[in-house]
């Protein structure tokens, strides 16, 4: 039987072995970044975010996508935030942020880049780096294109602005639903959705139902693993954070929102190109290619538009961070420091 003593011996050399461990690695633990965790109310909606890093130092903006939050750039945060100041809000409806009924609040992309907008004004971020993800980048581009001087440089990591990106059999009942909200059984029988309508026994499955789909946990660890070429690397502690808030009552509602109002993104495309074009911002490409929502083929067309451009297809899926975390932030600090500048303050 252990005794006390031996419970602390055996804590004596866990701590001795941590300690020798960081001192090899060469790691202070003052260089650790804290990450605060904070909430700002922005028009009656509280906002949750990450910060981390000193104020003074390059802001990078990370913007997340459908259907995590902030949470999705957790281990991404402490990478960049000992040279950077970094800041990751939840928008309404995901995450750890207010989650308004779908029948009082506007779920509409306008709607919640306006409010990250305002909200990067509120905690008094001036200039910026943006990355964008998924639906970070409609929420992105329009700050973008609005702000245009305020935006040093984009990370683009599976976000499109393209018809490429959306022109795939993920996408065709999602178009015919931007058209017809009681649409039946349009766009369902492609090689994707015939495996749904079957699982269903549903052989004249709504769209919306359809679309319903994509908040049930089998829809979301298929959009953590589909495309990982070792399934095993992806961590249970993403559908395990993500599915308990879409199984919030009327948080489905909200996603079946957000999908219809997604169709007011590809008219904006020309606008968004034409800012490339004009502006010309500092692009750090980093995609997961094997993708079936937003494929490589998304990512192809921002050679046209853009000369300043940095491009990197990486061997996994839609979740890139997941698998490929480090090796972005690396690529990310590469090229910050040679497009937005070295840090001048020490990280927190």
Do not use: C
Not at 15 to 36: C, F, H, K, W
Not at 244 to 260: A, H, K, S, T, V
């Amino acid at each position: 039987m252990k005794t006390p003593n031996h419970n602390k011996t055996a804590l004596s050399l866990l701590y001795a072995m941590l300690i020798a461990i960081t001192v090899q690695s060469g790691i202070r633990a003052e260089d650790i970044p804290n990450v605060r965790y904070r909430t700002v109310t922005v028009e009656n909606v509280e906002l949750f975010y990450r910060e981390a890093g000193n104020p003074n130092n390059p802001t990078i903006l990370l913007l997340h996508g459908f259907p995590t939050s902030s949470h999705m750039f957790r281990d991404l945060i402490p990478e960049l935030a000992d040279r950077y100041h970094v800041v990751a809000p939840d928008y309404p409806g995901y995450g750890y942020s207010s989650m308004p009924d779908v029948k009082d609040f506007d779920y509409s992309f306008d709607n919640v880049a306006r409010l990250v907008g305002k909200f990067v004004d509120q905690i008094g971020v001036d200039k910026f780096s943006v990355y964008l993800m998924d639906y970070g980048a409609p929420v992105g581009f329009r700050i973008a294109t609005a702000r245009p001087d305020r935006v040093e440089s984009l990370i683009v990591q599976n976000g499109n602005a393209y018809d490429e990106g959306i022109d795939n059999n993920f996408w065709e009942p999602i178009k015919a639903y931007w058209k017809d909200r009681n649409a039946i059984n349009q766009g369902l029988d492609n090689d994707f959705w015939k495996h749904v309508k079957t699982a269903y026994n549903q052989p004249e499955m709504s769209n919306d139902n359809a679309l319903r789909f994509l908040t049930t946990i089998g829809a979301t660890k298929w959009q953590y693993t589909n495309g990982v070429p070792n399934v095993e690397s992806v961590s249970p502690d993403t559908w395990g954070h993500v599915q308990p808030l879409l199984d919030r009552e009327g948080n489905q509602d909200i996603q079946i929102q957000m999908f219809y109002s997604y169709g007011s993104n590809p008219p904006l495309y020309p606008e968004w190109q034409a800012y490339f074009r004009e502006h010309q911002p500092p692009t750090l490409i980093v995609w997961g290619k094997n993708d079936e929502i937003f494929p490589a083929a998304g990512g192809e067309p921002y050679k046209r538009d853009l000369k300043n451009l940095e491009y990197h297809m990486l061997d996994t899926g839609h979740f890139a961070l997941e698998t490929h975390g480090h090796e972005i932030a690396k690529l990310m600090q590469d090229f910050l420091g040679r497009k937005v500048g070295k840090p001048s303050v020490a990280a927190n």
